[in-house]
């Protein structure tokens, strides 16, 4: 029992280590802000408001609407409609927006880091890369994805790509493989009952002599 208590305690020194590491960072929260900052093209709206209709605003989308949202932006005001099929923008002209151009999202995602509390931390903007849903722009330090259809902003870095590596670890999810992480993880939290239980019979056993 001793024999096996201590071998079985030696192969829970990996997982441990990483728990008590990756936890204390996580309380601890270093750099957290920047990598999981939350930018927005949404800014509030300056008048005079628009005056468009509902029903030309449904006769610009060709569709019933199901949802109907009005900001602010650096392009100007717009309006982001959601029907039953699509999502699309439109200016205060019921002009289309969407899906936005290479220079139309660009110009979001530069008002958006600018008016972030960490702007300086992303670096200056370089390439710009349009694909069919999204338009993608490269700073110094991070990538910002402009969706072309809701312009809807998200960002990520090596910082984000490295926090996202430790909740990976701290939740053994250390192959890729979802089954398989999920069998790692579950035969974890048995080692530690397994080395536990051993653990206490040993301390009644010398208890009771």
Do not use: C
């Amino acid at each position: 029992m001793r024999r096996l208590h201590r071998w079985l305690a030696i192969v829970l020194v990996v997982p441990l280590v990483v728990w008590t590491v990756t936890g204390l960072l996580f309380h601890l929260k270093p750099g957290w802000s920047r990598a999981y900052d939350q930018l927005s093209a949404e800014r509030p709206l300056a008048p005079p408001l628009p005056t468009a209709t509902s029903d030309a605003l449904a006769a610009a989308a060709a569709a019933p609407i199901e949802r109907l949202e009005l900001f602010g932006t650096a392009l100007g005001p717009l309006y982001r409609i959601t029907t039953h099929d699509k999502t699309l923008l439109l200016d205060t002209a019921l002009h289309a927006r969407s899906p936005l151009s290479a220079d139309d999202a660009r110009t979001l995602a530069l008002d958006a880091v600018a008016h972030s509390a960490h702007a300086a931390d992303y670096g200056a903007p370089a390439a710009t890369d349009v694909a069919p849903d999204t338009v993608r722009i490269t700073f110094a330090h991070a990538e910002v994805d402009v969706d072309r259809a809701t312009a809807s902003i998200s960002q990520h870095g090596r910082d984000t790509a490295r926090i996202d590596w430790l909740y990976r670890l701290h939740y053994l999810s250390w192959t890729g493989n979802r089954t398989f992480d999920r069998i790692l993880a579950v035969l974890g939290l048995a080692l530690v009952w397994i080395v536990m239980i051993p653990g206490i019979v040993l301390f009644v056993r010398r208890a009771n002599r």
